[in-house]
Nanobody, 113 residues
Framework: QVQLVESGGGLVQPGGSLSLSCTAS??????LGWYRQAPGKQRELVAT???????IYSDSVKGRFTVSRDNAKNTVSLQMNSLKPEDTALYYC?????????WGRGTQVTVSS
């Protein structure tokens, strides 16, 4: 069983920055990343990163968000810059190994003036 514990998030003005972090128990070989879900919408991919550092971003965050990981500490981070109101959502940490998928409880990010 993998446990994912998120930290960060909060309220920020448009154009501002926030950083999210997630600690994963277990192996450093997991695919790690972040998804988000806005009210009334489906959960969507934000960014993922493999153990070797290969990243994937959704088009909506490309160039503004940066995902990184520390394999020694089993952590994954998401640096979010130039935030927009449409980035408001519950952000979930995500881990996958083979066909097994694990989720954190989510951390709220609200972008509003």
């Amino acid at each position: 069983q993998v446990q994912l514990v998120e930290s960060g998030g909060g309220l920020v003005q448009p154009g501002g920055s926030l950083s999210l972090s997630c600690t994963a128990s277990g192996s450093s070989r997991y695919l790690l990343g972040w998804y988000r879900q806005a009210p009334g919408k489906q959960r969507e991919l934000v960014a993922t990163i493999t153990a070797s550092g290969t990243t994937i971003y959704s088009d909506s965050v490309k160039g503004r968000f940066t995902v990184s990981r520390d394999n020694a500490k089993n952590t994954v981070s998401l640096q979010m810059n130039s935030l927009k109101p449409e980035d408001t959502a519950l952000y979930y940490c995500y881990a996958k190994i083979f066909s097994l998928v694990y989720w954190g409880r989510g951390t709220q990010v609200t972008v509003s003036s």
